[in-house]
């Protein structure tokens, strides 16, 4: 379970309270996901939606705010994963092992530009969050 919350907090979507975050953290992921919100202009309902795990919605402004977010938590740059990062942020919750794992599955993605690159990634870590 805290995986899940985990990379739902990954994707700046999900109850940050429930991955044990600290309140300033908490408040830090909220502000991170409310200002790439205003930033790609996407609704409350597309930001849910994602944070479901529906991927139905391509609007290009979606995958924009996920790159957002993404960049902003330092686990995204210049439209590239950073390994390292995300190792140090879940390794300790779900062991490097099953990170490593999903990251052999995920990290080689590409998408058309960084948005939806980021978009996949999001989406391919949301997909396999059960192997974590």
């Known amino acids: 379970m805290k995986v899940f919350l985990v990379f739902a907090a990954f994707a ?22 409310k200002s790439c919100a205003e930033q790609e202009r996407i609704t409350k309902e597309q930001a849910i939606a994602l944070r479901a795990g529906n991927f139905a919605d391509t609007d290009p402004k979606v995958k ?22 995300v190792l140090a942020k879940l ?33 391919c870590y949301y997909e396999n969050r059960a192997e974590i």
């Open 12 to 33: 700046a979507l999900s109850c940050a309270a429930a991955v044990e975050l600290t309140e300033a953290q908490i408040t830090e992921v909220r502000q991170r996901a």
């Open 91 to 123: 390794g300790p919750i779900a062991g490097e092992a099953k990170v490593h794992e999903v990251q052999a599955k995920c990290d080689s993605i590409q998408g058309a530009d960084k948005c939806d690159t980021s978009y996949q990634l999001y989406k």
């Open 64 to 85: 924009c705010f996920a790159n957002c977010f993404l960049e902003q938590s330092g686990l995204v740059a210049n439209g590239q994963i950073k390994p390292n990062e």
